[in-house]
T-cell receptor
């Protein structure tokens, strides 16, 4: 069974702080995606990483895919209250996505 | 681009009745659609994979006779919860993938089902 361990599961920080969310697995994924979900809505795709060692930036968000394509991280710089939400990593395997447990991020003013 | 809609966005039904949820890809053709279930503060749980014109593939533990999936066209998949019970109350989300690109999925806004 392919598993994605996401940590931390809950994170509460002050506006302006930095944070990192981790997504780890013992399995190799052909690609890995990060989604953000707000309450009562569907997840929205933030980024897809495909190549081992790849780094992608989306404004204040930096995504990294591990060299062995088994892990990934999401780093947010100078968090804002609008970053609050559920962050999900998902690895592509066997024609479907395997989701991590999610990280509930709360950014307080 | 890559917009997915779901209807209804929320539904309340009585125990024992059936409810149908529609998932549509609005601006692209989706060879594969996926149905997920999500409990509060938890991640998505894949229920089934639906390919146009063929039977859905259900994940282990998901009752195919209870959760009927039909993928009649490249833009529409439906999930019917039959003989619903209160424990079926949940947030149901569909997603669709583009042709030949199954690792990127575009999600619908979800349907909140409450069974009384």
């Amino acid at each position: 069974t392919q598993l994605l361990e996401q940590s931390p599961q809950f994170l509460s920080i002050q506006e302006g702080e930095n944070l990192t969310v981790y997504c780890n697995s013992s399995s190799v994924f052909s690609s890995l995606q990060w989604y953000r979900q707000e309450p009562g809505e569907g997840p929205v795709l933030l980024v897809t990483v495909v190549t081992g060692g790849e780094v992608k930036k989306l404004k204040r968000l930096t995504f990294q895919f591990g060299d062995a394509r088994k892990d990934s991280s999401l780093h947010i710089t100078a968090a804002q209250t609008g970053d609050t939400g559920l962050y999900l990593c998902a690895g592509a395997w066997g024609g479907k996505l395997i989701f991590g447990q999610g990280t509930e991020l709360s950014v307080k003013p | 681009g890559a917009v997915v809609s779901q209807h209804p966005s929320w539904v309340i039904c009585k125990s024992g009745t059936s409810v149908k949820i529609e998932c549509r890809s609005l601006d692209f053709q989706a060879t594969t659609m996926f149905w997920y279930r999500q409990f509060p503060k938890q991640s998505l749980m894949l229920m089934a994979t639906s390919n146009e014109g063929s039977k859905a593939t259900y994940e282990q533990g998901v009752e195919k006779d209870k959760f009927l999936i039909n993928h009649a066209s490249l833009t529409l998949s439906t999930l019917t919860v039959t003989s619903a019970h209160p424990e079926d109350s949940s947030f149901y989300i569909c997603s669709a993938s583009l042709w030949g690109n199954t690792y990127e999925q575009y999600f619908g806004p979800g349907t909140r089902l409450t069974v009384t």
